[in-house]
């Protein structure tokens, strides 16, 4: 446990289903950019799950950003022990399989030492819902809207669970940031689909960003390297390797025989032998993803399941590697095909779009350096969440004798002035 350090500044018990260190993967680096920004203004306590002993033990970077850090073991036992009861309930599988009795014990004790409850997904939501001070929810993306999205591309009984699932979360999400005062998303795609044109309105978009300086830009293309970063354990992201390795690179290789296609990044080794025999260069996970994608000329984001904003494209046009998308992985991005980067849908169109690419810079280049300024215009964490910190500031000051209700109507008043100013 790290050591509560007090301070004059409100106070935020932030609680998450994973330890985010090493801050590396989506969710990990989305809520702990989050927690770096408020730790500026707030502070902030950690009280996080770990998965494995190795979790428990690691050394905690002395980086300013929590005061506090307590950790609960949450084991295999108790993971499978949670799932299996959430099966005959109307609770998704994914919440049922973060339910751990004493993380909630610890919570409730803690609570009280705070200002305001941050819970990092859905997963951690129901910890919260019945406390009476101020509640937000980092929500991310609407995990339905992923789930009801595969179970199109399964087929019989995984369909049917994945359609299950689906509807369940989607029935939960609605109901969790009902009774939060305030639910944050990363996209007005994500928003959309959740909530319908004038219904509950206490929600903020914050969109992910990339640490420029920790993402150098380094346009030195080798013309024949294709790269795919992320998590390669995901169901979307597997997915999207397949139908790039199986029907896309082929027709690349059949114009430009030296043409290699890398994945980077966290894999099972059951997934990884399976892309080795098939001739992919597979790194694993890496200490430094940008000396992985070193001289990459093209990054591909070929997702056709999924939901939220990529950063694996954030990334690419930081690096200044030159990308191509579905639809699909463009949604909630701004960035505009032809000039940040490419879209494609058939594997055709893919291959053309590749080739141009990889051989001829008069296209790749300048699509590299807009691509770079995009994002350091567009995509910085502090530009992303800087409304964030305002309205939890608006909450706690609001909350007081004030119910639920006052103070979502409080925070829906800041967020419209702040985007009439915008």
């Given at each position: 446990m790290v050591e509560h350090r007090p301070t004059s500044k409100d106070r935020i018990l932030v609680l998450t289903p994973r330890f985010p260190y090493p801050p590396v993967g989506g969710d990990r680096l989305r809520i702990y950019q989050i927690c770096k920004q408020l730790s500026a203004t707030f502070d902030l306590s950690l009280l996080s799950m770990c998965e494995s002993q190795e979790e428990m033990d690691a050394a905690i970077p002395d980086d300013g950003v929590f005061a506090r850090i307590e950790r609960i073991f949450h084991g295999t036992l108790r993971r499978v022990t949670?799932?299996?009861?959430?099966?005959?309930?109307?609770?998704?599988?994914?919440?049922?399989?973060?339910?751990?009795?004493?993380?909630?014990?610890?919570?409730?004790?803690?609570?009280?030492?705070?200002?305001?409850?941050?819970?990092?997904?859905?997963?951690?939501?129901?910890?919260?819902?019945?406390?009476?001070?101020?509640?937000?929810?980092e929500m991310t993306d609407a995990i339905s809207m992923s789930y009801l999205r595969t179970a199109q591309h399964e087929r019989f009984i995984r369909a049917a669970l994945h359609r299950l699932e689906g509807r369940r979360l989607l029935n939960f999400e609605r109901a969790v940031a009902d009774q939060c005062d305030l639910n944050v998303l990363v996209s007005e795609v994500d928003r959309a689909f959740l909530f319908p044109p004038g219904k509950n309105r206490n929600v903020m978009v914050c969109s992910n960003g990339v640490d420029s300086s920790a993402l150098p830009f380094q346009f030195a293309p080798d013309g024949k390297t294709i790269i795919f970063i992320g998590k390669n354990s995901t169901r979307p992201n597997m997915d999207a390797i397949l139908f790039f390795q199986e029907e896309v690179f082929p027709l690349v290789r059949a114009r430009l025989p030296e043409a290699r296609f890398k994945v980077i990044g966290q894999i099972g080794s059951e997934f990884r032998r399976k892309l080795e025999v098939r001739g992919v260069i597979v790194t694993g996970s890496v200490v430094s993803v940008a000396d992985a994608a070193a001289g990459a000329s093209v990054g591909v984001c070929p997702l056709r399941i999924g939901a939220g904003i990529q950063n694996k494209i954030l990334e690419y046009m930081a690096f200044g590697v030159p990308t191509v998308?579905?639809?699909?992985?463009?949604?909630?991005?701004?960035?505009?095909?032809?000039?940040?980067?490419?879209?494609?849908?058939?594997?055709?169109?893919?291959?053309?779009?590749?080739?141009?690419?990889?051989?001829?810079?008069?296209?790749?280049?300048?699509?590299?350096?807009?691509?770079?300024?995009?994002?350091?215009?567009?995509?910085?964490?502090?530009?992303?969440?800087?409304?964030?910190?305002?309205?939890?500031?608006?909450?706690?000051?609001?909350?007081g004798s004030k119910g639920t209700g006052e103070r979502r109507t409080e925070v829906n008043r800041f967020a419209e002035h702040k985007f009439e100013r915008s």
């Amino acid at each position: 446990m790290v050591e509560h350090r007090p301070t004059s500044k409100d106070r935020i018990l932030v609680l998450t289903p994973r330890f985010p260190y090493p801050p590396v993967g989506g969710d990990r680096l989305r809520i702990y950019q989050i927690c770096k920004q408020l730790s500026a203004t707030f502070d902030l306590s950690l009280l996080s799950m770990c998965e494995s002993q190795e979790e428990m033990d690691a050394a905690i970077p002395d980086d300013g950003v929590f005061a506090r850090i307590e950790r609960i073991f949450h084991g295999t036992l108790r993971r499978v022990t949670g799932c299996l009861r959430a099966i005959p309930s109307q609770i998704p599988i994914q919440v049922g399989y973060y339910q751990n009795p004493i993380f909630e014990k610890r919570l409730r004790q803690m609570a009280p030492e705070h200002d305001c409850l941050l819970a990092h997904l859905i997963r951690t939501a129901s910890y919260i819902t019945d406390f009476e001070m101020p509640k937000v929810l980092e929500m991310t993306d609407a995990i339905s809207m992923s789930y009801l999205r595969t179970a199109q591309h399964e087929r019989f009984i995984r369909a049917a669970l994945h359609r299950l699932e689906g509807r369940r979360l989607l029935n939960f999400e609605r109901a969790v940031a009902d009774q939060c005062d305030l639910n944050v998303l990363v996209s007005e795609v994500d928003r959309a689909f959740l909530f319908p044109p004038g219904k509950n309105r206490n929600v903020m978009v914050c969109s992910n960003g990339v640490d420029s300086s920790a993402l150098p830009f380094q346009f030195a293309p080798d013309g024949k390297t294709i790269i795919f970063i992320g998590k390669n354990s995901t169901r979307p992201n597997m997915d999207a390797i397949l139908f790039f390795q199986e029907e896309v690179f082929p027709l690349v290789r059949a114009r430009l025989p030296e043409a290699r296609f890398k994945v980077i990044g966290q894999i099972g080794s059951e997934f990884r032998r399976k892309l080795e025999v098939r001739g992919v260069i597979v790194t694993g996970s890496v200490v430094s993803v940008a000396d992985a994608a070193a001289g990459a000329s093209v990054g591909v984001c070929p997702l056709r399941i999924g939901a939220g904003i990529q950063n694996k494209i954030l990334e690419y046009m930081a690096f200044g590697v030159p990308t191509v998308t579905s639809p699909l992985g463009l949604e909630g991005l701004a960035a505009v095909p032809g000039v940040h980067l490419m879209t494609a849908v058939q594997p055709s169109d893919w291959a053309d779009k590749i080739v141009k690419l990889l051989t001829d810079r008069g296209i790749s280049s300048p699509m590299a350096i807009a691509a770079r300024r995009f994002v350091q215009e567009h995509h910085s964490w502090p530009a992303q969440l800087a409304g964030l910190g305002d309205s939890i500031h608006c909450l706690i000051r609001g909350s007081g004798s004030k119910g639920t209700g006052e103070r979502r109507t409080e925070v829906n008043r800041f967020a419209e002035h702040k985007f009439e100013r915008s």
